[in-house]
């Protein structure tokens, strides 16, 4: 079975500042991994994806994560945050062999500082 | 080029009634996903469907809650006999015909509130 862990339930960071938010995954086979923002009363939206190839990839907003196998992880960063960025972010794993559900991470809120 | 629609966006029910809330998939999909989201916490899966079918159900409970996604229509969470633990924004969200690598689209969600 798959999961997925994102540490740090709550971010802050500076208007400016480097954004860090972390993902893990448990998974038995390659996965797909994607990255979700949500903003108030809204639903997701995706951000950025892995599926193969490689593993630095870019999203939009100036967001981008790396794939890393050895460490099951898939970070989301952003040099420099803006205060437009503040939302909840959500981390998924998906299978390759089925790829029919995403597993969901708990989210984690990142509020900006002005 | 329409994403996924959700209806009603805001549903408010008295315990004891009964709840529908209506999904259209992006052209083009045939996968529809449903999730539960309490406050403070993340996406909780319900159920997968194909047209006409329920591929996964594992996240539903078993009693009160169904779905259908109909060969013509929308596709409808239905909750009966709501209580107020059903209070929650309930998302769909939608991919092609081979999902995996593609991404689910979400719709803007039903907020479900029980009075």
């Known amino acids: 079975a798959q999961s997925v862990t994102q540490l740090g339930s709550h971010v802050s960071v500076s208007e400016g500042a480097l954004v860090l938010l972390r993902c893990n995954y448990s998974s038995s086979v390659p996965p797909y991994l994607f990255w979700y923002v949500q903003y108030p009363n809204q639903g997701l939206q995706l951000l950025l994806k892995?599926?193969?190839?490689?593993?630095l990839v870019k999203g939009i907003n100036g967001f981008e994560a790396e794939f890393k196998k050895s460490e099951t992880s898939f970070h989301l960063t952003k040099p420099s945050a803006h205060m437009s960025d503040a939302a909840e972010y959500f981390c998924?794993?998906?299978?390759?062999?089925?790829?029919?559900?995403?597993?969901f991470g708990t989210g984690t809120s990142l509020t900006v500082i002005p | 080029n329409a994403g996924v629609m959700q209806n009603p966006r805001h549903l408010v029910r008295r315990r004891g009634q009964e709840a529908r809330l209506r999904c259209s998939p992006m052209?083009?999909?045939?996968?529809v996903y449903w999730y539960r989201q309490l406050p403070e916490e993340g996406l909780k899966f319900m159920v997968y469907?194909?047209?006409?079918?329920?591929?996964?159900e594992s996240g539903m409970p078993k009693e009160r809650f169904s779905a259908e996604f109909p060969k013509e229509g929308p596709s409808i969470l239905r909750i009966q006999q709501v209580v107020r633990g059903d209070s929650a924004a309930y998302f769909c969200?939608?991919?092609?015909?081979?999902?995996?690598?593609?991404?689910?689209?979400f719709g803007d969600g039903t907020r479900l509130s029980i009075l």
């Open positions: 969200a939608s991919s092609p015909a081979f999902p995996g690598a593609q991404p689910q689209h």
């Open positions: 998924a794993v998906s299978e390759t062999d089925t790829g029919n559900q995403f597993y």
């Open positions: 892995y599926t193969t190839g490689a593993t």
């Open positions: 469907l194909q047209k006409e079918n329920i591929i996964d």
């Open positions: 052209k083009g999909h045939s996968h």
